[in-house]
Every structure is written in C-alpha cells, then in structure tokens.
C-alpha cells in the first residue's frame, strides 16, 4: 500500500477554524468583564491570541516529528505530570481559586496541570497498551497496573478537587482498556465497585449534590444552584435562529457566569443563534469522525492507540462542555476544546492535534 504523506487537511482546516473562532468568542464573550476589571478590554483577546499563535507552533512541529517518538516519552510523561499534580497541592506552590488548587501560577501565566495529565495519559496508555499483547487478558499484568495508575491520578484529582477531570480521564482510561482487549469481566467488576464511591463522592459533598438536585430541577433555587443552567438557557433562547449578532450578549453582562470560559458556547447561541450552534457542532462532529478515520488507518498498534485517545478525549470534552451548557448534564466546569479560554486548554488541544495530523500523514492512501 502506498504511503500517503499529505496531512488530513479537514482536520487540519477544523482546527485553526475552531481556534480562530475561539479568539474572537472570548473577546466578545469577556472584554466588558476585562474592562470593569482589569482596566483593559483587550485583556483576555490578547493572552489568548497569543496562546493560539503559540498552540498553532507547537501544532506544526508535533506534525513533522513522527508520532513514534513519543512512545520513548510515554514514561517521563507521565511521570512529570503526576508530579505537576502533586505540586498544585503543595501550599505556595498551587494557587488556590474558588476553593480549588488547580493552578499552578508562573510569572505571566499559570498552568493547569489536569489538563497536561490528560493528554500524558491518553500518550501512555497508547504506548502501553500496544506493548501488552495477550498480557492485557490477565489480571495481574493487564488490569491491575491500570488500575493502580489510574487511583493516584484520581486521588491527586480530588484532593484539589476536580471531580469533572477525574471522571474524564476514568472514561477516557476505561474505554482505551475496553478497545485493546482488556476482558469486560474486569471492567464490570470495576463499575459494581466505583459506582457506589461515586455516589458516595457526589451526595455527600453539598456543592456537588445541590448541583445533581439543580440540574433535576433549576427552578427550585433560581437564584443560587439553578442560577447557572436558567442563565444558559436565556441565552440560547435569546438567540433564536440567527442570533443577535457578534457582540451583542446580553447574558454575558454579568448573568453568565465563567461566560469566555465554561460557558462561551451559550454566548455562540446568544450571538450566532442555532445556526451558529448547528455549525459548531456539526465541525465538531466531523474532526471526531476524520480522527476516528485516522484511527482505523494507522499504520501500528500504538499509533491506533494513540489517534483512538486523542480523539476520544476531544469529543468526550466537546460532547460534555455541550450537554451541561444545554443543561443535559449536571454544572461541572470543563472547557469546551479550542473555543475556551485557557493557555493549558489550548496549547495541549494543538498539541494533540499535531499528533493526530502525523498520524493521517502516515495512512495508507486508499485509507484516507
């Protein structure tokens, strides 16, 4: 089979699209909000427009470097980003918003490192998963070890806490074992057992269970736990077909919160309207469908593996920053991929992409 050396173009072209959209999104969505308080409406736009030509960078040198390489840095990967994990804990180290150590803040920026974990997870997993072979059938050499990884980096999660990056990578996690061949006798087993701890983790924390009674039913407390879904449902409702119009919010006025961030597709419903809703979605959809093509055509174990994470992790992001906006999933802040603001978000998003774009170069072409 001939190799084919072009990139997946539609993946490509998707991407900067999404990206560029972001930019502006963020700017309408956060420059009245940057004004009042940071004197400078212009403040998020330019930290993201700079985040995105950075992303687009490492985008372009992921695509050159063969998708290979990483395997030799599957390990130190990993290992460095459950060290990032712990530090965020570290007092002095980790900065504290909103009751959350999720923030690791440098001069000029911060990092977050739950985003790099899961990246450096969906990587090793790739990477071990292929070396496995029938092993993966056993328990102790195929289930276990996963097992145990996968406990700390949920114990580090929690204690900041992140109950939503937690449960992504679990999902994550899980359904890379399921797809390499990990006997489901395990795997259901693992649910009889993590179900109830997830019930006991979610109605036993206050926040979390006003969140899951909110989402039942917002109109209970439309002021405090509901207050979030009703705004996001005003803005969409408010848009209408076609929208208001670029910068025209209204719910982004102090009614939305975390509107450039875990809510910018409800500004995309107020401004661009179901037009602009049905055209995001629908790139979404197709980028997950060409990765899943990729996936299929890639030219090894790993770089199956590797592909089928990736996008795995783009669409669980997309599918859930959509459905809780839409109030089809319980409030939990995740940043919805490309579009939010966040440096982390973005760069490792671009990165992945660049990945994944070095992959569908490697297709055989009557693959692709």
Not at 85 to 93: D, N, Q, S
Not at 316 to 337: D, H, Q, R, S, W
Request: net charge positive; hydrophobic share 55%.
């Amino acid at each position: 089979m001939e190799i084919r050396r072009g990139f997946d173009n539609s993946i490509l072209l998707l991407s900067v699209v999404l990206t560029c959209l972001g930019v502006v999104m963020v700017y309408s969505a956060s420059s009245i909000m940057a004004e009042k308080r940071f004197a400078d409406g212009f403040f998020f736009l330019k930290r993201q427009g700079m985040f995105a030509l950075l992303g687009f960078l490492v985008m372009m040198i992921a695509m050159q470097i063969d998708y290979r390489h990483l395997q030799k840095l599957a390990v130190p990967m990993f290992i460095g980003a459950v060290l990032l994990l712990g530090l965020v804990l570290i007092p002095g180290v980790g900065s504290h918003i909103g009751g959350a150590a999720r923030w690791i803040r440098l001069p000029g920026f911060s990092i977050q490192p739950a985003e790099v974990a899961k990246l450096c997870l969906v990587i090793y997993m790739a990477y071990s998963l292929s070396k496995k072979g029938d092993k993966l059938q056993t328990f102790k050499q195929g289930f276990l070890p996963y097992m145990l990884i996968l406990l700390v980096l949920l114990g580090l999660l929690l204690a900041q806490p992140d109950l939503g990056s937690a449960l992504t990578l679990s999902v994550v996690a899980v359904t890379m074992m399921t797809v390499a061949g990990i006997r489901i006798r395990y795997l259901i087993g693992l649910a009889m057992i993590t179900l109830p701890a997830l019930y006991f983790l979610v109605m036993n924390v206050d926040y979390r269970r006003r969140r899951i009674l909110s989402f039942l039913n917002p109109w209970d407390d439309p002021t405090n736990s509901g207050f979030q879904i009703i705004q996001s449902w005003i803005a969409f409702g408010s848009g209408g077909i076609v929208g208001k119009g670029l910068g025209e919010s209204k719910q982004k006025l102090f009614y939305l919160p975390e509107a450039h961030t875990d809510f910018i597709f409800s500004v995309i419903g107020e401004e661009l309207g179901f037009v602009g809703v049905f055209v995001v979605s629908a790139m979404f959809l197709v980028l997950i469908l060409r990765g899943v093509r990729t996936t299929l055509g890639a030219p090894d174990l790993f770089g199956r593996n590797l592909a089928f994470g990736i996008t795995l992790l783009l669409g669980l992001e997309a599918f859930v920053n959509i459905a809780v906006v839409l109030g089809m999933l319980p409030t939990k802040g995740m940043a919805l991929p490309f579009l939010s603001y966040g440096g982390t978000s973005l760069l490792t998003t671009l990165f992945s992409v660049g990945v994944l774009l070095n992959i569908s170069s490697q297709v055989p072409g009557e693959l692709h």
